[in-house]
Each structure stands twice: as structure tokens, then as C-alpha cells.
């Protein structure tokens, strides 16, 4: 079936860590989005990329970064100055042609999510 | 700055209409976006509103209103699955979508 993987579903990551978030698309999506959600609050944009080998930063990009070097994949890496790293990450997608402005069609799609804890 | 808010929490019972408010302050705007989600779960796109006006599907209906910043989502005959937090989304650019605060929709027998 054609989804959204997202790995590994929980994470811990010692203080001073690198860690990367698996996100791999099989929807032939051309855009691809890291959102990060705190307990009980909203989606904050991260990073989100329109096409292969390239991406634009979010509303909290910093402590953050990315990479697209394949349409399937966009993993995102949580440096060590990411301070309060401790959140639900949600990689989506979404196909050519939709979110444009006038889409009737308007939707990404979402991975299940990552949960990153700091020990 | 870009921001969405909306109410914090609505409580209805079984079988109730409710009405989930959302304005919007954006330096672009496109459209708006409703999405479910259940606790520990991904968000599941409901509607979208390109357009002034009421867009209906099944149970739930959007409006939006460009003049006013503000839209809604209108949950109608409720159920108890329908318990989820409801997160309007403003398209600000293309392939941009920002989200807004999120309401927590309880829903009693």
C-alpha cells in the first residue's frame, strides 16, 4: 500500500546528540514537510522540501537540518543545538499539483509520527 | 508573523451540532485547511476552503471567510469517535501549509 514510513516510532537521545528521523514516501509525492508538535499544541513547520535536492526552512529551523537527495526520502537530523528536542515529529508529503493555490484538492499526508524523548 | 488561533477546547454531547472557530493572520493566504487528530495518531485531512462560502461533506462542513480571517468547521449529529483535536491549516504559499493551535473536541454520551 502506498504510505508514509516514518522510523523509528520512539527515540532517546542523550544530551550532545546527533540523532536522524527516518521518513520515506511511496506516493510519487514531489513535496515533502517536518513538523514538530509539543503535548497538546499545534504544528510548527520544521523544513519542508517542493523538490528533490532542494528545501526551504520552516518556522523553527534552527537546531534542525535536512537533506533531499532522493524524491522517496527526507530524513531530518536533530543536532545537539537543539536544546528542548523533546517532542512528536510528523513527516508528510503532498503530490504535484496539490496545495497549489487553488487546489480543490488541498491535503497532505502524514507519517505516524516519531516520538523523541532527551534522557 | 503568521498565526491561527483557535478555541482551546468545546464539549458537546451525542448526537449535537458543534462549530470550531478559527482565526487567521498570515502575511499569505491561499486557503484553509481542517485535519483531525486522534490522541498519539497522525492528522487526517476533513476540508478545505479555497473560497468564501460553506464547502459540505458528510457530517462536517467548513466556511471560510477571506474578509473576516475566520473560517469554522461544523461537526454535525456527533459521535463519541468524533472525540479528537481539530486543527485549521492557512496555505500561505505553495506547498506551504501552517497550522494553527488546535481544539480538543470532547464529546459526551
Known amino acids: 500500500d502506498g504510505g508514509i514510513t516514518q522510523s523509528p516510532k520512539y527515540l532517546f537521545r542523550k544530551e550532545g546528540q546527533n540523532v536522524t528521523l527516518s521518513c520515506e514516501q511511496n506516493?510519487?509525492?514531489?513535496?515533502m514537510y517536518w513538523y514538530r508538535q509539543d503535548p497538546g499544541q499545534g504544528l510548527r513547520l520544521i523544513y519542508y522540501s517542493q523538490i528533490v535536492n532542494d528545501f526551504q526552512k520552516g518556522d523553527i529551523a534552527e537546531g534542525y537540518s535536512v537533506s533531499r537527495e532522493k524524491k522517496e526520502s527526507f530524513p531530518l537530523t536533530v543536532t545537539s543545538a537543539q536544546k528542548n528536542p523533546t517532542a512528536f515529529y510528523l513527516c508528510?508529503?503532498?503530490?504535484?499539483?496539490?496545495?497549489?493555490?487553488?487546489?480543490?484538492?488541498?491535503?497532505?499526508?502524514f507519517g505516524e509520527g516519531s516520538w523523541l524523548t532527551v534522557v | 508573523g503568521q498565526s491561527l488561533e483557535q478555541p482551546s477546547e468545546v464539549t458537546a454531547v451525542e448526537g449535537a451540532i458543534v462549530q470550531i472557530n478559527c482565526t487567521y493572520q498570515t502575511s499569505g493566504f491561499y486557503g484553509l485547511s481542517w485535519y483531525q487528530q486522534h490522541d498519539g495518531g497522525a492528522p487526517t485531512f476533513l476540508s478545505y476552503n479555497a473560497l468564501d462560502g460553506l464547502e459540505e461533506t458528510g457530517r462536517f462542513s467548513s466556511f471560510l471567510s477571506r474578509s473576516d480571517s475566520y473560517g469554522y468547521l461544523l461537526l454535525q449529529e456527533l459521535q463519541m469517535k468524533d472525540s479528537a483535536s481539530y486543527f485549521c491549516a492557512a496555505l500561505t504559499g505553495f506547498q506551504k501549509l501552517v497550522f494553527g493551535t488546535g481544539t480538543r473536541l470532547l464529546v459526551s454520551p
Open positions: 508528510a508529503s503532498s503530490g504535484s499539483g496539490t496545495l497549489g493555490p487553488f487546489s480543490s484538492g488541498n491535503t497532505i499526508y
Open positions: 506516493l510519487n509525492h514531489d513535496a
